[in-house]
């Protein structure tokens, strides 16, 4: 809930403005502000206070507990200027706020974050839980002194502008992933470490590894051993250190711990055993272990105990779902300490420790059955699940892109891409990110290469134009993953919609896009896809139309539609559309000269109902236009 606070007429007109605008909800209070302020700080998780910031301060310093449990704040000025992130930047959320309002009101977002004045990633917006020395560690950071990176396993973070040190303590180094390519040509070898250079500065994201500037020789990305034996222990007080694990190590003064979601809990428990009992034994058995309660993901247990309160409060209280298995798939589970009791109370002799390796997808029990009156817990390590985000960029205008597409890419830790792509968005990359890039007709390879860095446990943007699903990276790239990688498509304007909302609306009835590229498809396919659009008085799309080597199609597509539409049916020619060189020309079917159109050419071929009107081409989305153009030509 957003609070949303003023003192003047303008201020409410402000409010009332992001009431309108903002897609969280929002509550405006109303009255003195001395009064107003404490309840909402009490109840909301972000304010906007439109009055000055040293007001606001004096309003909200006695209500100051700590960065975790205060709301984010913005203030905006009289005149709607600035939107100030005053307070909880980033665990409150008041930076990303700031320019939610901005966005609103036409003002300017101010953000003092020193890590997002920097470009620097800031640790505590990583997408698992983080504790220890982040203020220590994030210093380090801004002052570009080198930061190592220890993975117990590969899991799908954002770049961190870190130098890769060895794989964790228990010694399990990753498989080997397939060997990659930097931007630079040098090559990248699978294992457990991590590479980026130490500075932002010095991660542009195109480079690949070069001196750490300690008088160290840089070591392998992605996962393996560098050479050379196992390099000792890190001097974690020595130097600043992030450490992806969900162990329980001794606090050390410049390390930070970012904790995975990679235990499960299976729990089972007697009818009427109490939250209290069922929590205390997770922690106990966590604890006992040195397990981190914060990489938890889940608590399972049998269908049977879905509705058990005391099971559900714990999985409530932890913040975590509750996941649940049928009795006949929990004793399919070979566990190591199976019990009469369950099979006969359920019909299966294990709970806690079945339950445990099924929502664990194959991972391992790290903690066997542990016991309490009424309670049992058994703790399963899941196996890291990479990610790939299969982005659609857009026609090629920074504005046609998504929010969501940028976030994606400064979300990943790779991508892979045809080489003009990346160079679109080569901005938008964390430092450190490493760039698979390669030329035209290497589709497969790139499908192929990035479903394999999102297997060994990568965060992956596979990037393509327009949307990523049309005609582009998304089919190849699902046609490879199985279901061991999550997979995010993130949609994108595509080269059609970019071109049609140039000429008008030829779009506004039935259409269909066709490509007529006969590399993948041959091409009495593509004739015959056309001959039905023809007959079904589709607006079609031409996607691919000619290139030097493809000359002939086009006008065969053409000389098919004219067979079933006048000569004098609207065409619409974009070229480069949102793209430095943009060209738009509307002609009609038999006007339109095939040689003045190449493969960054869109050609939209309107229906019998298509007009051109004040120099726009129109299809008209009902049926009342077209019954009266019936009667006209009666």
Not at 74 to 99: K, P, Q, R, Y
Not at 190 to 201: I, N
Not at 213 to 237: L, Y
Not at 338 to 367: C, F, I, K, Y
Request: charged residues 20%.
């Amino acid at each position: 809930m957003i609070g949303l606070l003023w003192a003047t007429a303008a201020g409410r007109r402000g409010c009332e403005r992001l009431a309108a605008a903002l897609p969280e909800p929002t509550r405006r209070y109303d009255g003195p502000l001395g009064e107003a302020v404490p309840r909402a700080f009490a109840e909301c998780d972000r304010l906007v206070l439109f009055l000055a910031t040293g007001a606001a301060v004096r309003l909200l310093a006695p209500l100051l507990a700590g960065k975790d449990t205060d709301p984010g704040v913005v203030t905006v000025d009289e005149a709607h200027t600035f939107a100030v992130a005053l307070l909880g930047g980033h665990a409150g959320g008041a930076n990303s706020l700031a320019g939610a309002v901005a966005d609103v009101l036409g003002c300017a977002p101010v953000v003092t974050t020193a890590t997002d004045s920097s470009g620097t990633p800031a640790l505590d917006t990583l997408p698992y839980p983080v504790e220890g020395a982040v203020a220590a560690v994030t210093r380090a950071l801004l002052d570009g002194s080198p930061v190592h990176l220890r993975e117990d396993a590969i899991w799908p973070l954002p770049a961190l502008p870190v130098i890769a040190h060895r794989p964790g303590t228990r010694g399990d180094a990753a498989p080997p992933g397939p060997a990659a390519t930097a931007g630079s040509g040098t090559t990248w070898t699978g294992g457990a470490e991590r590479f980026a250079p130490a500075t932002a500065a010095a991660a542009r994201p195109h480079q690949g590894p070069g001196a750490s500037g300690d008088g160290r020789s840089p070591g392998p990305t992605a996962g393996g051993t560098a050479a050379g034996g196992d390099g000792g222990r890190p001097q974690e007080d020595a130097e600043p250190l992030v450490w992806v694990t969900d162990t329980v190590k001794p606090r050390a003064a410049r390390t930070v711990f970012v904790r995975p979601p990679s235990l499960v809990v299976g729990v089972g428990a007697s009818r009427g055993a109490g939250a209290a009992e069922v929590l205390g034994l997770v922690r106990e058995s966590l604890a006992g272990a040195s397990l981190s309660v914060r990489s938890v993901s889940a608590l399972a247990t049998a269908d049977a105990k879905r509705d058990e309160p005391g099971i559900v409060a714990a999985a409530e209280r932890l913040g975590v779902p509750l996941v649940t298995f049928g009795a006949a798939a929990l004793a399919r589970v070979a566990v190591p300490n199976p019990s009469d009791a369950p099979l006969r109370a359920l019909g299966t002799p294990s709970v806690a420790e079945a339950a445990a390796l099924l929502a664990a997808r194959g991972g391992e029990l790290v903690v066997e059955k542990r016991k309490s009156a009424m309670a049992t817990v058994a703790v399963a390590r899941r196996p890291p699940r990479g990610r790939l985000a299969v982005v659609g960029l857009g026609p090629g205008a920074r504005d046609l892109m998504t929010p969501r597409a940028e976030r994606e890419l400064r979300a990943a830790s790779v991508v892979v891409g045809l080489d003009q792509y990346v160079r679109q968005i080569e901005d938008l990359l964390r430092p450190g990110t490493r760039v698979l890039a390669s030329g035209l007709g290497a589709e497969e390879e790139r499908a192929r290469t990035a479903v394999a860095e999102a297997r060994a446990g990568h965060a992956v943007a596979l990037i393509g134009s327009g949307d990523a699903g049309v005609y582009a990276m998304a089919s190849p790239a699902l046609a490879e993953a199985a279901d061991d990688i999550d997979v995010v498509g993130v949609p994108g304007v595509t080269a059609a919609l970019a071109a049609a909302a140039l000429l008008g609306a030829p779009l506004g009835h039935d259409h269909v896009s066709i490509s007529l590229s006969d590399l993948h498809t041959p091409w009495p396919v593509i004739e015959r896809r056309v001959r039905a659009a023809a007959e079904s008085d589709l607006v079609v799309t031409f996607y691919n139309p000619r290139s030097r080597g493809r000359d002939w199609q086009l006008p065969k597509a053409l000389s098919i539609l004219a067979g079933h539409r006048a000569p004098d049916t609207p065409v619409g020619v974009v070229r480069a559309a949102s793209r430095p060189g943009e060209r738009t020309v509307l002609t009609t079917l038999a006007g339109l000269d095939p040689d003045t159109v190449d493969m960054v050419t869109v050609v939209t071929v309107g229906n019998t109902a298509t007009r051109t009107v004040a120099g726009r081409m129109v299809t008209p989305r009902g049926y009342r236009w077209q019954h009266n153009l019936a009667e006209e030509a009666e």
